[in-house]
């Protein structure tokens, strides 16, 4: 079992930055992916970031050249650049424990930080 436990949410007004946290801990075999969702009021859960155990990443397209996934070891970071109120959501740390000679995935969800961009 492998908790996710995010930091760093807030509130910044448009244009600021923000630097969000998410550190896994508990019975780790290896994790191969790690990404930051988000959801905001009324709409669906969308990935916003993600990146291997061979730090190949990706972006969703309304973040790229604003945001930066980065890890390190059992951590995950999501630095926010040139907020925007459109950026507002509450944003999730994800993780993939893959485990075993068949390599089974295993997914897992933080509990979620608040990020409100507002003048």
């Known amino acids: 079992q492998v908790q996710l436990v995010e930091s760093g949410g807030g509130l910044a007004q448009p244009g600021g930055s923000l630097r969000l946290s998410c550190v896994a801990s508990?019975?780790?075999?290896?994790?191969?992916?790690m990404a930051w969702y988000r959801q905001a009021p009324g709409k669906q859960r969308e990935l916003v970031a993600r990146?291997?155990?061979?730090?190949d990443t990706a972006y969703a397209d309304s973040v790229k050249g604003r945001f930066t996934i980065s890890r390190n070891d059992k951590s995950v970071y999501l630095q926010m650049n040139a907020l925007k109120a459109e950026d507002t959501a509450v944003y999730y740390c994800?993780?993939?424990?893959?485990?075993?000679?068949?390599?089974?995935?295993?997914?897992?969800w933080g509990q979620g930080t608040q990020v409100t961009i507002s003048s």
């Open positions: 508990g019975v780790i075999f290896e994790i191969t992916r």
């Open positions: 994800n993780a993939v424990d893959t485990v075993g000679v068949y390599r089974y995935e295993y997914e897992y």
């Open positions: 990146i291997t155990s061979g730090d």
